[in-house]
């Protein structure tokens, strides 16, 4: 599976972004997918991620209430709609496929993803 992100840019505090995660195969609809990110100098960390029917959804305590995630099986498309961006939120986001049953806890590693798409840069200014 090809994924590929897209919808980074750089806004202001307090802006919204949408992340989209594309795929290449209509298989995507049976992989749980995961959004990570990345800031400079620091190691990459689990954001969000949602089950393959997108019934289950887990949020990394730092993104809780601000960022959603979702997804469109027809599309073979996730989201990651981003509000109340901060400057902490500077990051290169990943989308990641993975296809074991979906276990919040478990999938908060990103050792669990077979596949990565390629990142999109999001710049919050202050």
């Known amino acids: 599976v090809q994924l590929q992100a897209s919808g980074g840019g750089l806004v202001q505090a307090g802006g919204s972004l949408r992340l989209s995660c594309a795929a290449s195969?209509?298989?995507?609809?049976?992989?749980?997918v995961g959004w990570f990110r990345q800031a400079p100098g620091k190691e990459r960390e689990f954001v969000a991620t949602i089950s393959w029917t997108g019934g289950s959804r887990d949020y990394a305590d730092s993104v809780k209430g601000r960022l959603t995630i979702s997804r469109d099986n027809a599309k073979n498309t996730v989201y990651l709609q981003m509000n109340s961006l901060k400057p902490e939120d500077t990051a290169v986001y990943y989308c990641?496929?993975?296809?074991?049953?979906?276990?919040?806890?478990?999938?908060?590693?990103?050792?669990?993803?077979?596949?990565w798409g390629q990142g999109t840069l999001v710049t919050v200014s202050s």
């Open positions: 195969e209509r298989t995507f609809g049976t992989y749980n």
């Open positions: 990641a496929a993975a296809r074991r049953g979906y276990d919040s806890q478990r999938l908060r590693s990103d050792s669990e993803y077979e596949y």
